[in-house]
């Protein structure tokens, strides 16, 4: 089946630096692509959807100068948490959707755990 | 705006129960409705996915109905086994931005 990876699974940093995130989908070409955020014991929060060579639309409450996002290429996305604080130490999920299959044809990766000390 | 609930927040069984997995949603406009499930730390495993016109899914011991005009879906997990003990989650997506929105999760713990 479609494997999404993400880079890396864990990250420690301290307050103030920048974190990036990478999505790649490994097998599968992602025309559009989604991140998440789930707080402990809370559910996934759709961040923003980023298609290829466009901008990200984001969701509502969610800073887009503070989150960036791009979508360069058919199979890689990366979030970048720019002046990260302790408040954003979540869990971030990326997804994508592959551009040959249905709507519904749409692959989670593993997360990447960020604390921000 | 779409909101999902799922009850219970969590449940505790001993191995070989059958058990339910409830979840609700307020708009009953939705493209389909799937099931995940999320082990601790990590990502997502899609279980079940229900299309609208349809009115259930099974595979294995697991059966997933959606009962669309009632904002409803429940998840059946048969012969429950320790293995089956994560956080499961519904989402339904929606007809028009075709975005995936997901409930509060249900933690099941199924013991020896």
């Known amino acids: 089946g479609a494997v999404v990876s993400q880079h890396p699974s864990w990250v420690i940093c301290k307050s103030g630096t920048s974190v990036k995130i990478e999505c790649r989908s490994l097998?599968?070409?992602?025309?559009?692509m989604f991140w998440y955020r789930q707080f402990p014991k809370q559910s996934l929060m759709l961040m923003a959807t980023?298609?290829?060579?466009?901008?990200?639309?984001?969701e509502q409450g969610v800073e887009k100068d503070k989150f960036l996002i791009n979508h360069a290429s058919l199979t890689l996305s990366t979030l970048t948490v720019t002046s990260a604080h302790p408040e954003d130490s979540s869990f971030y999920i990326c997804?994508?959707?592959?551009?040959?299959?249905?709507?519904?044809?749409?692959?989670f990766g593993p997360g990447t755990r960020l604390l921000v000390l | 705006k779409q909101e999902v609930t799922q009850i219970p927040a969590a449940l505790s069984v001993p191995e070989g129960e059958n058990l339910v997995l409830n979840c609700s949603f307020t708009d009953s406009a939705i493209y389909n409705l799937q099931w995940f499930r999320q082990d601790p730390g990590k990502g997502l495993t899609s279980l079940l996915l229900?299309?609208?016109?349809?009115r259930e899914q099974t595979s294995g011991r697991l059966n997933a109905s959606l009962d669309k005009s009632s904002g409803r879906s429940t998840l059946y997990i048969a012969a429950s086994q320790p293995g089956d003990s994560a956080t499961y989650l519904c989402a339904v997506r929606d007809t028009g931005f075709q975005k995936l929105v997901f409930g509060t999760g249900t933690r099941l713990l199924v013991s020896p």
């Open positions: 229900i299309q609208s016109s349809q």
């Open positions: 097998d599968f070409q992602a025309t559009t």
């Open positions: 997804s994508a959707r592959d551009g040959g299959g249905g709507v519904e044809t749409q692959y």
């Open positions: 980023s298609n290829e060579g466009s901008k990200a639309t984001y």
